[in-house]
């Protein structure tokens, strides 16, 4: 850390993503604002989200000096690629929703697009594109101190899920490893950001679908197809890149500290 450009990079980073939290605790009130104009809580939804992550756009401009920030935050890469891998990994989800859970009587559009696509897109992109992803890539800090600080605040964020102190370490703990999980997929897949954005899209797409636990602890059987869709993902992910003759990316020289 004795490099001034890495520490110029994390202060940046850090900068950046402590101005996107103050603003994200506003997001009602902008979004309320927003429904006023817009007349439609899905769009203002969006915007929304646009708004509270500019100073991530301008810290990523800053950082890499190129205009197309979203191209430095990983969506530049194959979009098809990550939405074929994710549904193919997601599978035991769907399959298993299908064979233990019964649909949903009322599903509300609006709100599930919210809850997984939208949602899965955002926080793919502030905190695996730019909290972690600028932190590995521009930095020598391995993948464990990259991660750590964006998993712990990505499940400090579900906590509000939770009605008691059990629950809450359950919640705490499946999230904090959901973060690392996403953030080893952005990695594998050559930094190709729709890879966890449509995999946790379609996770999150088939417990709006077929469960009705409204938090992300569930019960014993999502949480199997969950482990296996988990299993899954890492096990197409090997196969992958020993197709492509292609070196993990997370290994022993870049798991705390990179040569």
Same mark, same amino acid.
């Given at each position: 850390? &004795? %490099?001034?450009?890495?520490?110029?990079?994390? #202060?940046i !980073?850090? *900068?950046?993503?402590?101005a996107?939290?103050? /603003?994200f605790?506003?997001f009602?009130?902008?979004?309320v604002?927003l429904d006023g104009?817009?007349?439609?809580?899905?769009?203002s939804?969006?915007?929304?989200?646009f708004?509270?992550?500019v100073?991530v756009?301008?810290?990523?401009y800053?950082?890499n000096?190129?205009p197309?920030?979203?191209?430095s935050?990983?969506?530049? &890469? %194959?979009?098809?690629?990550?939405?074929?891998? #994710?549904? !193919?990994? *997601?599978?035991?989800m769907?399959?298993?929703? /299908?064979?233990?859970f019964?649909?949903?009587?009322?599903?509300d559009i609006e709100?599930?697009l919210?809850?997984?696509l939208?949602a899965g897109?955002?926080?793919e992109?502030?905190?695996?594109?730019?909290?972690?992803?600028?932190?590995?890539k521009?930095t020598k800090?391995?993948?464990?101190?990259a991660i750590?600080?964006?998993a712990l605040?990505?499940?400090?964020?579900?906590?509000y899920?939770?009605?008691n102190?059990i629950?809450?370490?359950?919640?705490?703990?499946i999230?904090?490893?959901g973060?690392i999980f996403?953030?080893?997929?952005?990695?594998e897949?050559?930094y190709?950001?729709?890879?966890p954005?449509?995999t946790?899209?379609?996770m999150?797409?088939s417990?709006?679908?077929?469960?009705?636990n409204?938090n992300a602890?569930g019960?014993?059987?999502?949480?199997?197809?969950?482990?296996?869709?988990?299993?899954a993902?890492i096990?197409?992910?090997?196969?992958?890149k020993k197709?492509?003759?292609?070196?993990p990316?997370?290994n022993r020289?870049?798991?705390?500290?990179k040569?």
């Amino acid at each position: 850390m &004795k %490099n001034r450009k890495e520490l110029t990079t994390l #202060a940046i !980073v850090i *900068t950046g993503f402590v101005a996107y939290y103050i /603003l994200f605790e506003q997001f009602a009130a902008i979004k309320v604002w927003l429904d006023g104009y817009t007349n439609q809580g899905l769009t203002s939804y969006i915007i929304t989200y646009f708004i509270v992550g500019v100073p991530v756009f301008l810290a990523t401009y800053f950082l890499n000096r190129k205009p197309n920030v979203f191209s430095s935050l990983g969506l530049g &890469k %194959n979009i098809l690629t990550g939405i074929v891998a #994710a549904f !193919v990994v *997601t599978l035991p989800m769907f399959i298993g929703g /299908l064979a233990v859970f019964s649909l949903k009587s009322e599903i509300d559009i609006e709100n599930l697009l919210a809850g997984t696509l939208v949602a899965g897109f955002f926080e793919e992109l502030y905190f695996r594109g730019f909290l972690f992803g600028q932190v590995f890539k521009n930095t020598k800090l391995g993948f464990i101190p990259a991660i750590f600080i964006g998993a712990l605040v990505f499940a400090s964020g579900h906590l509000y899920q939770s009605t008691n102190i059990i629950e809450m370490a359950g919640i705490f703990a499946i999230t904090f490893f959901g973060a690392i999980f996403f953030a080893w997929l952005y990695a594998e897949w050559n930094y190709n950001l729709w890879m966890p954005i449509f995999t946790h899209a379609f996770m999150n797409l088939s417990w709006g679908l077929f469960t009705d636990n409204s938090n992300a602890l569930g019960g014993w059987a999502a949480n199997i197809f969950r482990v296996l869709t988990i299993a899954a993902a890492i096990t197409i992910t090997l196969l992958y890149k020993k197709r492509k003759g292609q070196k993990p990316e997370i290994n022993r020289y870049t798991v705390l500290l990179k040569p």
